[in-house]
């Protein structure tokens, strides 16, 4: 059997438009790999992705900066407080402590900690956390409040009203919200 060109064309005309095969697609958004090389590369669209509320593309972005610069303690901060906003507590608890590991000087990252630590209801870390940024950044209400709380919840409330008179004195509006939470404590 023998077909003419113009039937070949004309059928394979027809199956494109059908299948949909010679309809225009709009290009798909793509990141060109060879724009970011570099662990700061990475480090930088993950900042700008995580400005921008795409916590889920800034997480792999960290990832891929902590995957070319594994000692950059910043971004592990980074990736783990990404992974927290994503709701993957757990990775963002390892990613926070292998920023403090690197740099333990780092108050942002035991406040991340701290924070992931309570949420999850692992308080004995995240009184760990606190204590150490309390270290770093004496005075801060939030982590006063929030060690206290965790003493409270540890059942050890000798200790959350330590953070309370301490706490008193740096911010009596959180203190008194811890005052009335040992306050409820005592009476359970």
């Known amino acids: 059997m023998k077909y003419r060109a113009g039937t070949c064309i004309a059928l394979l005309l027809f199956t494109g438009i059908a ?8 290009p798909g958004i793509q990141i060109e790999q060879e724009e970011f090389l ?18 889920r593309e800034a997480t792999e972005a960290f990832r891929m900066s902590v995957a070319l610069a594994p000692g950059n303690a910043l971004a592990w901060l980074n990736l783990g407080t990404s992974q927290a906003l994503t709701g993957d507590y757990n990775r963002a608890i390892e990613s926070l402590k ?19 630590c309570f949420r999850t209801d692992r308080y004995a870390e995240a009184a760990e956390a606190y204590t150490t940024l309390l270290k770093l950044w004496p005075g801060n209400a939030n ?17 959350a009203q330590g953070e309370y008179l301490t706490l008193k004195i740096v911010d009596p509006e959180l203190a008194e919200k811890l005052h009335h939470a040992i306050i409820q404590g005592a009476g359970n």
Request: aromatic share 8%; net charge negative; hydrophobic share 40%.
């Open 143 to 159: 982590a006063l409040y929030k060690l206290g709380l965790s003493h409270l919840l540890l059942d050890e409330t000798e200790k």
């Open 98 to 116: 292998k920023s403090v590991l690197l740099d333990p000087s780092l108050a942002l990252a035991y406040s991340n900690l701290g924070e992931v």
């Open 38 to 55: 570099e662990a700061e590369d990475w480090f930088q669209a993950g900042v700008e992705l995580n400005s921008e509320g795409n916590y």
């Open 19 to 26: 299948t949909g095969a010679l309809i225009p697609k709009p």
